[in-house]
């Protein structure tokens, strides 16, 4: 639960321009009106059994009625349950910046212990975006069908034309004459070597 529950809006100079409370069970009747150079404050005290007391988890939910996005904002809680968050239009998704309608905020609060959260709607804000300013509307991101992706695969090496592989065949076995040419003559060559490396030994053998 919570007490002590009130909104603020603070202009540029921290001037308070409204003030309005509201309790678990009584939500502020009118929607309020944040513009861009405002500041929306809210501050409560949250309790356990009637007494202060932090909780596990505190939230303020912005959510769009008309398209159910919702936006939360941890309040910042003290040991005391006092707890407070400041909200301006640049906090804002993109989305619920330029929502249709106002959007319902809500507080809510996890378990005490034992005790149970809280989740209770407590006023509407209107966001009123400055027509002047330049806001780039994106589109949201939807999964679905995409469409077909062409792919360009890079051609197969191919063969030479079969005249280049004629060409290349005749100019490898023309080369063969003379390879055996170069090789007969080393042949004769080492055969005289090696008959006068014999008559050398016999001529050593004899004397």
């Known amino acids: ?4 529950a009130h909104i603020l809006l603070i202009r540029e100079a921290l001037t308070d321009s409204g003030f309005n409370r509201f309790t ?3 939500a502020v009747a009118s929607p309020l009106v944040l513009p861009a150079t405002e ?3 809210v501050q409560l005290t949250t309790t356990s059994s009637s007494t202060p007391k932090r909780p596990h988890q505190a939230f303020l939910v912005l959510t769009d009625p008309s398209s159910g996005l919702e936006a939360p904002f941890p309040l910042r809680v003290a040991a005391s349950g006092a707890a407070s968050i400041d909200v301006t239009q640049r906090d804002l998704p993109i989305q619920l ?4 309608g106002p959007l319902t905020v809500r507080v809510v609060l996890g378990s005490f212990g034992q005790g149970e959260g809280l989740v209770a709607d407590v006023f509407n804000v209107a966001v009123k975006v400055d027509a002047s300013a330049t806001q780039i509307k994106e589109k949201a ?13 890079k051609t197969e090496a191919q063969s030479p034309p079969k005249v280049v592989s004629l060409l ?12 055996f040419g170069g090789v007969c003559p080393s ?8 008959t006068a490396t014999n008559h050398l030994k016999n001529h050593s053998g004899s004397t």
């Open 24 to 26: 678990p069970t009584s």
């Open 187 to 194: 042949s004769r060559h080492l055969n005289i070597c090696s």
């Open 1 to 4: 639960m919570f007490h002590v």
């Open 168 to 179: 290349f065949s005749v100019l490898v076995w023309a080369a063969v004459p003379g390879l």
């Open 141 to 153: 991101m939807r999964y679905g069908h995409l469409e077909e992706i062409h792919h360009q695969f």
């Open 97 to 100: 910046l330029h929502a249709q």
């Open 39 to 41: 500041t929306l404050r």
